[in-house]
């Protein structure tokens, strides 16, 4: 597995190495720091630019070097304005498995809020992204909990296939979650007086839904189910305090093998308090 950090040397790309740390512990994964600095150099003084250009990346590869504590990776300066497409160019190049990212630090403790790069890359990106939060620092190696948002649809499959696979690679257990919406009070159903039938039809549909996707993996880790009501974004945000790693597919609609935020993905990526994984739609590369 190949694992690609965005860093910057921030105290929120720290925790992103962390993170990829505690995956490549168990996995022995190499982990591929990259380092985007703006590069524009000056019309004058050329050399005092470059040497400039170059302490920087020293610097910032030494705190990486720092913070995974004698975990071996691959340094991966690039010189690019634009950090998102940096990253997307390196995952297609070195055909990452995975990039990690840190949450922006306005945004809240203990909650992932992707920052500008993290929302460019995930409305592009050629794999998996996990975003991580603030304040996030494992207590073991490896994931206890994975979640994964399922619905049956092919974007939720996608998801279920990735979560699988760190689940079965980190000895993890797999908790297949869906939520079922209450009818809009605007609905002609509403209005009609059959919203509890219709929620009561959808709600057994889901349920089927997740017992038979969860039947069908054959596995020797231990999968559950958990059927919510609400919101979709609240309640899967919601459930990521009891997970060490919350699975969701892209919207079903853009690119091909390209992840693309949808409306849910985009809030339970700014709201939950775990990682969150998104996977690319009709992704069916090696995660883990």
Known sequence: MKILVGYDGSEHADEALRFARSLAAIE???????????????????????????????????????????????????????PARALNDRAEHEGADLIVLGSTHHGPLGRVYPGSVAERLLNGAPCPVV??????????????????????????????????????????????????????????????????????ALRERLREALTEAAEEIDCEFEVTT???????????AARGVELDLLVLGSRGYGPIRRALLGSVSAAVARTAPCPVLIVPREWDGGVI
Not at 41 to 53: F, G, K, L, Q, T
């Open 226 to 236: 958990a059927l919510l009501e609400g919101d979709p974004a609240a309640a899967l």
């Open 131 to 200: 975003v991580v939060p603030r304040g996030y620092s494992p207590d073991r190696p490896g994931l206890g909990l994975v979640g994964v948002g399922y619905d049956g649809s092919p974007e939720s499959r996608a998801a279920l296939a990735a979560a699988k696979r760190f689940a079965k690679s980190l000895d993890a257990e797999l908790e297949l979650i869906g939520v079922v919406r209450p009818l809009a009070p605007a609905s002609p159903v509403v209005a009609a007086g059959g919203a509890a039938q219709v929620e009561a």
């Open 28 to 82: 022995g994964a190499e982990i591929h720091v990259v380092a985007a600095l703006d590069y524009a150099p000056p019309p004058i003084a050329v050399d005092a630019y470059e040497r400039a250009v170059h302490e920087r990346f020293e610097e910032v590869f030494a705190r990486a070097a720092s913070v995974l504590d004698g975990a071996p990776f691959e340094p991966r300066p690039v010189r690019d304005s634009s």
